[in-house]
T-cell receptor, first 115, second 110 residues
Framework: NAGVMQNPRHLVRRRGQEARLRCSPM?????VYWYRQLPEEGLKFMVY????????ESGMPKERFSAEFPKEGPSILRIQQVVRGDSAAYFC?????????????FGPGTRLTVL | SQQGEEDPQALSIQEGENATMNCSYK?????LQWYRQNSGRGLVHLIL?????REKHSGRLRVTLDTSKKSSSLLITASRAADTASYFC??????????FGQGTRLTINP
């Protein structure tokens, strides 16, 4: 049973370009979460999605950031017109999503560098 | 808002010694979890303790939870070099998301 998969593992973009980060949850998991981690800091929640629905996007910046989890295919975190401050590690996690918040299974992360 | 706060921020001990890390939080929780992160990697779930539990064990790990003080501790006994990592506590906020602390960077010296 493959774990959470994220790609690419490393992404370099120039200021003003778009970044697309992909996440495939664990088999059987219908809940996906995106977190951002700045160097030497903990993870900060960005968005929580179920298939075709955004449940909680309270941690997403209001502009340039969007997320989706379509009926088919991976979840996508999209950052438009990237700036240097977007440089960070972006982690995706998944869970079966039943009951209270339980264990979340994390992917290896995508490290975004904005030049 | 950042809920969990770990203490100390960094800890360096000799192999074989015990390591204790603490976490404090601000609001009521359903459960508290501890995760480990090796340098440049994703997070690995270690243990979950529910709000009605006071202590939980898993191998060399022991977690306590004091809801009256809004604090938790993680004890790693008989530390090994492979335990070198950052350790994070995470709480729920009554919603389907985790709120992480800043983490404790643990170094085990051979």
């Amino acid at each position: 049973n493959a774990g959470v998969m994220q790609n690419p593992r490393h992404l370099v973009r120039r200021r003003g370009q778009e970044a697309r980060l992909r996440c495939s949850p664990m088999k059987g998991h219908s809940h996906v979460y995106w977190y951002r981690q700045l160097p030497e800091e903990g993870l900060k929640f960005m968005v929580y999605l179920q298939k075709e629905n955004i449940i909680d996007e309270s941690g997403m910046p209001k502009e340039r950031f969007s997320a989706e989890f379509p009926k088919e295919g991976p979840s996508i975190l999209r950052i438009q017109q990237v700036v240097r401050g977007d440089s960070a590690a972006y982690f995706c996690a998944s869970s079966p999503g039943q009951g209270d918040v339980g264990e979340q299974f994390f992917g290896p992360g995508t490290r975004l560098t904005v030049l | 808002s950042q809920q969990g706060e770990e203490d100390p921020q960094a800890l360096s001990i000799q192999e074989g010694e015990n390591a204790t890390m603490n976490c404090s939080y601000k609001t009521s929780i359903n459960n508290l979890q501890w995760y480990r992160q090796n340098s440049g990697r994703g997070l690995v779930h270690l243990i979950l303790i529910r709000s009605n539990e006071r202590e939980k064990h898993s191998g060399r790990l022991r977690v306590t939870l004091d809801t009256s003080k809004k604090s938790s501790s993680l004890l790693i006994t008989a530390s090994r070099a492979a335990d070198t990592a950052s350790y994070f506590c995470a709480t729920d906020e009554g919603a389907q998301k985790l709120v992480f602390g800043q983490g404790t960077r643990l170094t085990i010296n051979p």
